[in-house]
């Protein structure tokens, strides 16, 4: 926006509007299925959060409370209801009510999801190839995969967080994040935690990927690594090492994982008494924190076709990897299920793709908002320490002008004044979040 000050007070910006509950379904068969009445929501803070690193059954509070499916045999019934519905004369609310208790089931035992993607993949291939006459469940089961649709199914839950403390050497002090790009895991950051480990053997290192921003499973991933580096700083002796933090951040979906860890690290640290479940307080950020990585990030004010792009390339390997675990057990089958895994990949990854098709009919304030990490927030919260950005003039994902737009607001923040400006490492061409495989020599000089 042109009026947009970076520098403003993140509380000075209004509150986005609140999700609007869907229409009463009119046409859709639910099976039989009555959804139940409205609980009261559950604290979600980083206290709450907290909490759950301690006792991880706290997670199934909410599922607890929802009713849907249990058995592998009833959801397949519920699949094959909702696979048969109608187009339902254009009536989104009433598919929307049709799914409901699938997402559910699917929010209660997370191997449903992948049973429900490997029945949408014979739509998603006649959609490829403009056949069938399902395009109503195709549009609304990419929402589904995607996260834009809102069935109020309570707090959301965590990726999985990998923490990598010293073995037979004594800590150092230092504690590496590494926060990754949507779509990525912790194993894809298995190479980076090698790198952080040869370069600081008595480091603790942290792997978390992208939840999403401003959530309760995010929220649980930023506790887990606040309770490694509060764990690893606890026993420092007053003379001996020093409490140090990097952040080597990918992508925006790493920027809000490190909105978030602020955010918490802010309210933690400003507190007299002791924070119950951190095994020590955490000092002020700007005390510890000696560097932060951009790899691949940051921009603030993403446009719709990057946010497009970061979306589709998102969910292609999934759907992929899906399509390639369907097969018989034979030589034959595998042969098979690897040439249907590649057409699925190169269809959804085609500029032409009706995933593509799909995504353009989207608003486009409300979607880049949701691709962007809250510049006002990064520019308020992150402490002046020295910023190393490693970025490519033809990534398709973050383009090179918006990371180089955040650099210049970085370096012109009223608390960098007299600072070492951010250092740069460019690359002319070099694919999204991948510089540390296709320029590794260069990557790991800096």
Known sequence: EDDWDPFADPSDTPAAEPPRAPAKPTTA???????????????SDIYAA???TADPSLLLEDRQRLGAPETPKEFAALLDRFFELPACDGDSAALSEALRPIAIACYKNSTFRDDFFKRFLSILENTLENKGDQKHIFAIALDFLWGY???KLGRSLPLPVLVDEPVGVQTNGDVVFLFGWGGGTVEDLQDMNDLYRSLSPGATIVRSPCAGADNFGLRVQVALALQAAAKTWADLATAGPKAKLLVHLFSNAGAMQWIEVMKCWKELSGRAEAVPHLDAALPPLSEVLRGVIYDSAADTA?????????????VAPYLAQLAQSIHDGSEEGKKQADLRSKRVLMGCLASSSPLYVHLREKPEKAFTKSHSPDGRSLHALEPPAPMQFICSKDDKVIPFEGVQKYMAEVNARPNRKGQTAVRKLVFEKSK??????SHKEEYEEI
């Open 29 to 43: 068969d639910n099976g039989g299925y009555t959804a139940p009445v409205a609980l009261p929501a559950l604290p």
């Open 432 to 437: 999204h979040a991948l510089h540390k495989i």
């Open 50 to 52: 907290l909490e759950v």
């Open 149 to 151: 649709l809102d069935f």
């Open 302 to 314: 993403l446009n719709k076709e990057a946010a497009m792009v970061s979306d589709v390339q998102g």
